[in-house]
Every structure is written in C-alpha cells, then in structure tokens.
C-alpha cells in the first residue's frame, strides 16, 4: 500500500490495455522524459511482453519493474490525486485540465507532497465510467476537431512532455511538511473503504430500491465524494457520521 | 515556387525518411494539431507508400497531396525561415530553440506573413550538415540524458502539439502588410539563387584552392549569410557587390 510513496514523479497507469506495442511506446516515452512510475491494469496479452519489451527501446530495462493489478482502485491505493485522460465527453461533474494545465496542477500537488497518478484506457474503448468516477478530474488533449486520433503512446508521450517542460519553473518541494494530519488528503485506499462501508449500509438500508439503478447510484455517489477532496480527518468524521446514523461502530 | 504560399501552418518536411510508417506516424500526429503541409524529400522507399497509409490512420487521405522533392533546396523554395531539428549539438552558430519557443518564434512569424518550415532528418542518422545550412535556427526537445530515444513520429507530434497549443495566444495575422518590399526576407529559392551565383564565381576567382575543403567552406558561407536573415532588398544588393566586383551582370 506504500509502494512507490517515494516517487517524486507522478504514476502512470494504464487500464485494460490491449498492445504490447503500445506499453512499451507508453514506457519509451515516459522515460524519454524522466517518468519511470508504469503500472498496469489487466493487460490483455499479460505481462512480460516480448513486443512491449521490443517497442520500448530498452526504456523497461532501466525502469524498475512494472507492477500489475487486477483492479484499478488496488494500482491507485497510496495516491492521493487521481487524473483520469478521456478523449470523449462524460456526464460527470469534475475538472477538465488539458495537458499543459493538467501538469500545471500535478507540480504543485507533488510540491505539497501529494502522490498522484494519471489513468489511461484501453486503446478502443477508454477509461469506463467505474474508474473515471475514482479520479478526481479529467485530462483531454485539445484536437483538430476533425481529426482527433491519438493513440495510447502518443498521449502518453504529451503528459509526459508537458511534465518535463514545466518541471524548471515547478515550486520546490517542502521538505518538512508542517501542516498536522488533519490537512492531509485522504489516500484512495482510506476513500475506497469508506465508499464501500457507505455503499454497505445503504443497501443494507434498501437505499437501491431499483435494483437496476445500483450500479449509476453508487458511480454518481463516487463521484460526488471524489469531488470533495476530502481530508483524512474528514474521512474519519464521515466514518462517524456512518456509525452514528447505523448505531454499528465498525470503524 | 509558390505552391503552399497560402498556406497558414507550418510545413513539415521530411528529409530522407526510410520507413513508410514514420511517414504515416508523422501525417497522423500533424493533423490531429491541424497541420497539413507535408513535403517529402527523397523517401527511401518511395512514394505513395501502402505503410504510410496504413499507419496515418487515415490522415493521408484529409490531407493535400504530399508533394516528394529529390533535393531540400527545392522543398523550401518559397519558404522565408527554416528550423532544423537535431538531437546532437553541431559545430554551427545558429539559434537554438525547444520545441516550445520555436513555436512561438514561428507564431509570430507567421503573423508577419513568413512562410515557415521545419526539417526533420532520416530515422537513425538525422539532417546531414548541409541541410541545417540551409536553416536559420535548430531545434532540440529537452528530454532524459540518460536515456533519449524520441523517433521521428513522436518528434514530428511534439511540434505539432505545441504549435496548436499556443495557437490561441499568438499574435493575429496582419491582414494587409504595410511594409514595402524592402522589409521582406528574401524567400529561399532567391537565397539559393545568391549562393549559387557567389559559389561559382569564387570557383571562377580560384577562391576554393585546397579542393578538399571545398564543400566544408561552402557550409560555413551558407550557414553564415543565412544567419545574417536578408531581405529581399539585401540580397539583390548583395546580387550587385557580386556584379561589382566581377565586372560581370549575370542577375
């Protein structure tokens, strides 16, 4: 769950994808830029990769080892700050950054001492609403409306781009952070487990009467907690609110 | 001479490339930014390429006609500014620009009326000496020393990407040029024209003595008077010391 808490540079991690060809293009670019931070999702032809091996030349073997998940949320666990990229409209309410401004955000939010990550999906299809709902906003690059085809390496290769070229006039990192733990955001790991107590004792609450509805509500209730950028401090309160409301003290 | 004259966007050509997929990667990358000028000169395996097309994701097909070139000189005909991109440091004194502030040199440039162009070299060896003669500037992308590794589709996107993203704060394009002529820079084809005038009649004056250093002397005039960014009116009046001092009106 702390794994990679000392990398100061943000994580790259990329759900569902389907090409060997395209991790190691994402890997080749990342590097090319001083990111080393890949994880990934459920990768389709599994992992090793002989053609991600062969596409990223030689960026894998100076990387440290690339972790694989099988659920977003467990690749997210110690962050603190989630981006998801989509190159489509979502009908949530969050952020929209492009990569320039985007990058912008990430340097102060490193400065701050904050883990961050970017999501990207599979090459076709995307990110899916589930993982969008856990990231806290959105990337999209500005394209020729006419001609917008970018593929999995090529946005991988502008995020990191832009996050090399604005890494001189980034603000320095505190290196004692003085603020107590009441101002520290609350890490996804601690956020999950109070969706999931939540979502819990609501359905326990037959708060889902329409069975069908479930999986919509809980997204929109993700995504309006997400939203909050909630504090650790304020997590425990919420934990609070929970067991007062239920009587059950499980936290 | 004047094909592409009205063109508003930067022309991106491509110097000796070898693998169609590159060409195709390079097609993709420009018009998902909106650019559309491309020019090829002397594309190893020739032109058009099924590899190109396959790879262009179908912006081949939106895009004029790639017009192919066997010399450089031929391909920045009317071109007025011309940036070379190099990953190596070269022995020449030139300006030398990120892909960043190239862009914006070349927004207000193209705000001034001048017809812009980028070079981009073969896949492992890069412009040869002297077609970055020929440029008025060079430009490298700042990435990892410690592993740098960008192909030419992804050097050809990072262009692209930062012109279109500072596009909406460049300077608006003057809509009538008050200037005379006189404040025109001379257009490529007519500095070649002085070149090659001035070359051959140092050939005639006995000026290149030592054969051997002929083509490197012949660099180092060419990288010297194009720095020096005439204009229209310089280079005839350069047209006249040549006529002066050779007794002889060949312009």
Same mark, same amino acid.
């Given at each position: ?6 990398? !100061? ?8 994808? #389907? ?33 991600? %091996? ?7 073997? $100076? ?6 998940? %099988? $659920? ?40 701050? =001492? ?7 999906? /599979?090459?076709?299809? =995307?990110?899916?609403?589930?993982? !969008?709902?856990?990231?806290?906003? !959105? ?26 070229? #604005?890494?001189? #006039? ?11 733990? $009441? ?20 359905? /326990? ?5 329409? =069975? =069908? ?14 939203? /909050? ?11 609070? !609110? ?5 009587? $059950?003290?499980?936290?």
């Amino acid at each position: 769950m702390t794994a990679h808490k000392n990398e !100061i540079s943000p994580a790259i991690i990329l759900v569902n994808p #389907q090409m060997g060809e395209n991790i190691g293009a994402a890997a080749r670019a990342m590097l090319n830029f001083g990111l080393t931070d890949l994880r990934l999702v459920n990768p389709r032809d599994g992992w090793p990769s002989a053609s991600a %091996t062969a596409n990223a030349a030689g960026a894998l073997e $100076k990387m440290p080892p690339v972790p694989v998940y %099988t $659920k977003t949320a467990t690749a997210l666990e110690e962050c603190h700050y989630i981006y998801a990229t989509t190159a489509r409209r979502r009908d949530m309410i969050k952020p929209v950054f492009t990569p320039s401004t985007a990058t912008e955000d990430m340097h102060e939010r490193r400065a701050a =001492g904050q883990n961050i990550a970017v999501l990207f999906g /599979a090459e076709r299809s =995307g990110l899916d609403n589930d993982d !969008i709902a856990l990231s806290h906003a !959105i990337i999209t690059v500005p394209v020729n409306p006419d001609f917008s085809s970018l593929n999995l390496g090529q946005s991988v290769l502008l995020l990191a781009y832009e996050w090399h070229r #604005q890494k001189e #006039q980034a603000p320095v990192p505190q290196a004692i952070r003085e603020e107590s733990e $009441k101002n520290t955001p609350v890490s996804h790991a601690h956020l999950l487990e109070l969706f999931e107590r939540l979502e819990t004792e609501l359905e /326990a609450h037959h708060f889902f009467r329409t =069975g =069908g509805h479930k999986p919509i509500m809980i997204r929109n209730l993700r995504n309006l907690l997400t939203r /909050a950028e909630m504090t650790d401090q304020e997590a425990r309160t919420f934990h609070g !609110i929970i067991s007062a409301l239920t009587g $059950k003290k499980t936290l």
